[in-house]
């Protein structure tokens, strides 16, 4: 419902574009639009996706004269069915916003102030973009930095042209999940992080899930919240609320654990020391399915031996087999022993497992009390409850074949951003691990099938080269598994003599992304963007990144593009959609699969081998088939998706105009659950005792690493303190920072409904911590950040709102603040942002964001 406040702050933003340069919106020809009137108007709808949320819930857009008038959810989609959130059915005043950039600019004046502007044709824009590519590429192509948000076209934009072009990729993952995918991928091989079978399952740990008002793995908002209800409704399921703030997770969650920032690791060790002493194991899948049986050395080392001939050979794990009472080949076992320590060419060794149980000794339940803040009784219960739930031994039967049924899992996503966020979401999914919960009906997911992730045989002997090392440090001494970190780029542009970089980044592309809100520690982007001797834009509004550093923006469209193709799956439901334009680009915006074509073109990267198109070809899986893009020529876009769609055997894009969705059928028991696809756990053995990360340490010690960078390189995951720990005593709480169901990334702080549904920026407090300071509801503060080992200091000044739901110890502000380009969400607050660090001691050792800073608050200061 848009009320009278929402119209009118509207109403205020459409007529404060007045004052905007003329270059931002074209006049309305009112003489035009009356003779337009005066025809009969033809309504009808037309399917689409969403554009601004992460899931791509399907969409009908209803037009009058083929311009859309209202979104609808589309009934037939798995992933929404026919339902829309807030930011579905305000998006349709993105299109119509009249601040969007209307045609391509080019900045008059200096970087580092608000821009001014002049229009500049597509050919001219694009001619200037290809020509400093050139520029840049003929020293080195990978000098050129492409940055994305979130990406709608994968195979577009980071695949076909980035490759094609040899540019760097740096992504917004970071700042998101990256730590818990990496995590994954080390230890199951799959793509994502930690999500329950929610259909089936009965007891959920719901571990920094913001249930109702952010994604979680893999979906956004509507999805999983709608599996929850239905199971608690048919299964009974219980959820467990671990986080500092309790969130809208009240109405859902039936008991709130409220642990301290960064204590999740201790957490996690804690209960499964207690899954271990109160006999919740799942041996066969431990010995079966894990490294838990094989042999490790005293040096650390798994015992192996080669097999095979010549350039066949192979190094095969061993372990102690019971049944003739010495080690043999894993691949040979009748009956692998899972714990004990044995003797092995007069040298002692003992099973993965065993090593683990010795490892967790020191990981009691009273130890964990301090370090996550959570009361060992709390602990020693969950750990039960979770345990006797997970019914070991149990079967069930799916759709005909019988498989493990353990109804326990962790929702977990955003959380993983922390500084020991690697290692802490190892330790979550050994919880699943113990009790066999990992691919079970009812049990722990992470992606939707069981296909293994590519960096699971990379991670099995990370790569560490020797320096000099590229800008993003992949490979280095510092970081053996690197996440492509924009933080860490922002401080390599500063000091690469530190890092050991020769070459730094010469020009960029930004596509969707706002780095100097959106990312944390503006300070470091505000340095390291003017340092770029050339920044292109791709965004349908001008961010405050290109409002200060920008020399070209070009104008993307809104929804009324081609994208994908997409995913329409529920995790139980497979399906396809694509984004298909509701109507024609408005003004002179183009998406960005066509901007992409243009350039390329002129970049002489868009045909032949290594082209664009063979890209394109290539990873839409068009190669060799008759369904090819032909090379030699710029295609249109509707024709490339019209060639996928009949490759998979639809009709053509056509098929998705008149039905909008293609679902394929649900999701056997052989795709969903690990227990029963061919081979076992798509092929992967889960890794409980991570070799590789010990070798990757003594290489990184080997070559001089300060041992910031290699400490947490451990086999187990190994507690230690936050750095943040480190700050003076009267830096008493943890700022942490949390998404808004109205809001996502840049694309939607500038919708009126939507700002006024967020609301403007505040810091929220215990009402205990605020009466022991003086404060009270609605008081300005200051609140000021400290860098444990620099000792720098960071200020903004915000409103202090008073809640129950948040730990005493821990103050809280939103993400979606501190926008000034946009009249509709300037003025709304300061980003929290402008307090958090990107350098050692707040980032993770793969290369991740850490959104957790001890900070102080006091009464008053300047306006915010």
């Not at 019914?391 to 962790?410: F, H, K, Q």
């Not at 002997?461 to 590229?470: A, M, N, R, V």
Request: glycine residues 10%; aromatic residues 10%; negative net charge.
């Amino acid at each position: 419902m848009v009320t009278r406040r929402t119209f009118i702050k509207g109403s205020a933003a459409v007529g404060g574009t007045a004052a905007v340069s003329k270059y931002l919106f074209d006049p309305v020809d009112w003489v035009a639009r009356a003779d337009a009137i005066a025809v009969a108007p033809v309504e009808d709808r037309v399917f689409t996706t969403c554009w601004i949320g992460k899931q791509d819930c399907g969409m009908m857009a209803r037009r009058i004269d083929g311009r859309v008038i209202k979104f609808e959810g589309m009934p037939d989609h798995p992933r929404n069915e026919g339902t829309l959130c807030p930011k579905g059915e305000a998006q349709i005043v993105s299109i119509y916003d009249p601040n969007r950039v209307k045609t391509p600019l080019m900045r008059t004046n200096a970087k580092g102030v608000t821009g001014e502007w002049r229009r500049a044709s597509w050919d001219e824009a694009l001619d200037l973009v290809a020509a400093k590519y050139a520029e840049v590429a003929a020293d080195d192509p990978k000098l050129v930095l492409w940055q994305k948000g979130r990406s709608k076209a994968k195979d577009f934009y980071d695949d076909a042209f980035v490759k094609s072009t040899g540019m760097s990729k740096i992504g917004h993952g970071t700042y998101c999940s990256d730590a818990g995918y990496r995590a994954l991928e080390y230890t199951t091989g799959l793509h994502g992080v930690l999500h329950p079978d929610l259909l089936n399952t009965r007891y959920v740990l719901s571990w920094g899930w913001n249930i109702t008002n952010a994604g979680g793995n893999k979906f956004c908002w509507l999805t999983w919240p709608r599996q929850l209800i239905k199971g608690r409704e048919t299964n009974g399921l219980k959820i467990v609320q671990i986080d500092p703030r309790l969130r809208p997770a009240g109405p859902f969650a039936d008991e709130w654990v409220p642990i301290k920032p960064a204590g999740d690791l201790a957490l996690a060790l804690a209960m499964c020391s207690e899954l271990i002493a109160q006999g919740f194991l799942d041996r066969p899948y431990l010995t079966n399915h894990t490294n838990a049986p094989y042999l490790v050395g005293e040096d650390g080392l798994i015992l192996k031996e080669t097999v095979g001939e010549g350039d066949e050979t192979e190094e095969v794990p061993l372990v102690w087999d019971d049944l003739t009472g010495g080690p043999v080949l894993v691949t040979e076992a009748s009956q692998p022993a899972l714990e004990g320590e044995y003797k092995v060419d007069g040298l002692t060794v003992k099973t993965g497992f065993q090593l683990f149980k010795e490892h967790l000794g020191q990981y009691t339940s009273e130890w964990a009390e301090d370090k996550c803040g959570v009361d060992a009784a709390t602990i020693r219960r969950l750990a039960s409850e979770y345990g006797s739930n997970a019914n070991i031994g149990a079967t069930t039967v799916v759709d005909g074949v019988e498989v493990p049924y353990r109804p326990v899992g962790i929702m977990a996503y955003h959380m993983a951003q922390q500084e020991l966020g690697f290692q802490t979401l190892r330790a979550m999914t050994f919880i699943s691990m113990l009790v066999g919960a990992v691919g079970a009906v009812g049990g722990q997911l992470t992606d939707f099938t069981w296909k293994i992730h590519k960096n699971y045989d990379a991670f099995e002997e990370l790569k560490i080269e020797e320096p000099p090392y590229g800008f993003i440090l992949k490979k280095s001494k510092y970081f053996p598994i690197n996440s492509g970190f924009p933080g860490i780029v922002a401080r390599v542009m500063q000091d690469p003599a530190k890092y050991e970089v020769e070459k730094l980044p010469r020009m960029a592309i930004l596509h969707m992304v706002n780095p100097l809100v959106s990312f944390p520690s503006q300070a470091d982007f505000l340095k390291t963007y003017e340092m770029f001797e050339f920044v292109a834009v791709i965004s349908p509004w001008l961010s405050e990144t290109a409002d200060l550093f920008a020399d070209v923006v070009l104008p993307a469209a809104t929804i009324e593009k081609y994208e994908g193709p997409l995913s329409a799956g529920d995790g139980y439901i497979d399906g396809k959609a694509l984004r298909l334009p509701p109507m024609d680009p408005l003004f002179e915006s183009r998406g960005e699969i066509d901007i992409y074509l243009d350039l390329t073109e002129r970049m002489g990267k868009l045909s032949g081998e290594g082209g664009y198109i063979d890209i394109v070809n290539s990873e839409l899986g068009l190669t060799d088939t008759e369904f090819a893009v032909p090379d030699g020529s710029r295609p249109e876009v509707r024709d490339i998706f019209d060639r996928w769609a009949k490759a998979q055997g639809l009709s053509g894009i056509d098929y998705f105009e008149e039905n909008g969705v293609w679902v394929k059928g649900v999701l056997g028991p052989s795709k969903r659950y690990g227990y029963v696809t061919d081979p076992p756990f798509g092929g992967a053995v889960h890794r409980l005792y991570g070799e590789s990360l010990l070798k990757a340490q003594r290489i990184q010690r080997e070559m001089g690493a300060d041992e910031i960078y290699w400490r947490d390189y451990t086999p187990f995951p190994t507690w230690r303190a936050p750095t943040m720990e480190q700050s003076p005593s009267d830096y008493e709480f943890t700022l942490i920072s949390y998404k808004l169901v109205e809001q996502k990334q840049s694309r939607t702080s500038m919708i009126p409904l939507l700002t006024e549904l967020s609301g403007h920026q505040r810091l929220e407090m215990n009402p205990a911590s605020a009466r022991k300071l003086g404060l009270v509801e609605g008081d300005r503060v200051t609140v000021e950040s400290h860098h444990a080992l620099t000792g720098e200091t960071r200020r903004l000044v915000t409103v202090l709102r008073l809640t129950e739901g948040i730990r005493p110890d821990v103050v809280g502000m939103p993400h979606h603040f501190g926008m000034w380009t946009h009249p509709v969400s300037k003025d709304a607050g300061p980003t929290p942002n402008t307090l958090y660090f990107t350098d050692e001691g707040y980032y993770g050792q793969t290369a991740d964001a850490s959104f957790h800073v001890k900070v102080r608050v006091t009464k008053g200061g300047d306006a915010a």
